[in-house]
């Protein structure tokens, strides 16, 4: 990546860092109980919202994963990109549509599978030499 689009790129993840950051000491200090962003994200992926555990799980098997075994790489890199777009928006789709209860081990099943997807097929390590 050159370096003005890198620096570009680096300024925009740290400001959503500190945002986020930010956001959560907010809702530390006011006085509603349970509305971390985590309890948040719990409850509104329970509701229509339950791709937000497939989401997660394939950005961290994306950022913090990731195979360099190019068995598993796809010919176009937008490809794994438009993948996870498609499949959100079939999860939206079914969350508004289809109701049914979401346990913690459905979840649990979606954000493994997000995972495994982000490790294995959006992977940023198929550059690295072994």
């Known amino acids: 990546m050159e370096g003005s689009q890198y620096t570009i790129v680096v300024s925009i993840m740290i400001g959503l860092t500190v945002a986020y950051f930010i956001i959560e000491i907010l809702l530390l200090l006011n006085d509603i109980d349970n509305d971390t962003t985590n309890v948040l994200l719990l409850e509104w992926s329970r509701g ?29 890199g937008m490809f794994p990109v438009l993948i996870i777009f498609g499949l959100t928006i079939i999860m939206v789709v079914i969350g508004f549509k289809v109701p049914f209860r979401k346990t913690k081990a459905f979840l649990t099943a979606i954000l493994i599978v997000g995972v495994l ?14």
């Open 117 to 130: 997807f982000g490790h294995f097929f959006w992977s940023m390590n198929y550059l690295v030499k072994p």
């Open 48 to 76: 229509k919202s339950f791709f937000i555990p497939f989401a997660l799980g394939a950005i961290a098997g994306h950022l913090f994963l990731g195979t360099s075994n190019v068995a598993f790489k796809m010919s176009n």
